[in-house]
T-cell receptor
Framework: EPEVTQTPSHQVTQMGQEVILRCVPI?????FYWYRQILGQKVEFLVS????????KSEIFDDQFSVERPDGSNFTLKIRSTKLEDSAMYFC??????????????FGPGTRLTVL | DQQVKQNSPSLSVQEGRISILNCDYT??????FLWYKKYPAEGPTFLIS?????DKNEDGRFTVFLNKSAKHLSLHIVPSQPGDSAVYFC???????????FGGGTRLMVKP
């Protein structure tokens, strides 16, 4: 069964450093997403991406964050200058159609980001 | 932001019995609802969904019920199995976009 994959599974970084989290969405999916879950809190939407553009973003997704689809398979989330509060599980998701109100998003296993 | 709420943080059920997980929402613009299951150190796994034009959707042991007037949905698992033990999240989206809004999760423990 096709699945979303993410690398690395765990990333430890120093505050102020840049990190890039990588995702390979399901191959025939066109819509890509990043979510995060801070320990003990809800899963929160960060950004959605379609046709090489951001289609939606939350208030969390500020100028420190960026997303990119550098090739035909990878989808990345970059945090330019990490803060302690960026420590969280980051989940990538993808969906086939992106039809508002009808589409199912499939999630990867997550990357645990620890900022020291 | 409490647009989607799961008021029971945990639920314990005997194997073979029914598990009922509940979810309430406040945003009347939500029109698509999903349930995900999550094991530790894994991502959410899609279980079942329901569109707001329906009040019930069934898939094997899993049934989701939607009561739009009460802004309430529930997931029924019958019969419950020990392998169902996990955290269950409900999520919702609206016709204005694709973002999912998640509830806080309910930890289900199915005892053999």
């Amino acid at each position: 069964e096709p699945e979303v994959t993410q690398t690395p599974s765990h990333q430890v970084t120093q505050m102020g450093q840049e990190v890039i989290l990588r995702c390979v969405p399901i191959s025939n999916h066109l819509y890509f997403y990043w979510y995060r879950q801070i320990l003990g809190q809800k899963v929160e939407f960060l950004v959605s991406f379609y046709n090489n553009e951001i289609s939606e973003k939350s208030e969390i997704f500020d100028d420190q964050f960026s997303v990119e689809r550098p090739d035909g398979s990878n989808f990345t989330l970059k945090i330019r200058s990490t803060k302690l509060e960026d420590s969280a599980m980051y989940f990538c998701a993808s969906s086939e159609l992106g039809l508002a109100g009808e589409d199912t998003q499939y999630f990867g296993p997550g990357t645990r980001l620890t900022v020291l | 932001d409490q647009q989607v709420k799961q008021n029971s943080p945990s639920l314990s059920v005997q194997e073979g019995r029914i598990s009922i997980l509940n979810c309430d929402y406040t945003n009347s613009m939500f029109d698509y609802f999903l349930w995900y299951k999550k094991y530790p150190a894994e991502g959410p796994t899609f279980l079942i969904s329901i569109s707001s034009i329906k009040d019930k959707n069934e898939d094997g042991r899993f049934t989701v019920f939607l009561n739009k007037s009460a802004k309430h949905l529930s997931l029924h698992i019958v019969p419950s199995q020990p392998g169902d033990s996990a955290v269950y999240f409900c999520a919702a989206s609206n016709n204005a976009g694709n973002m999912l809004t998640f509830g806080g999760g309910t930890r289900l423990m199915v005892k053999p």
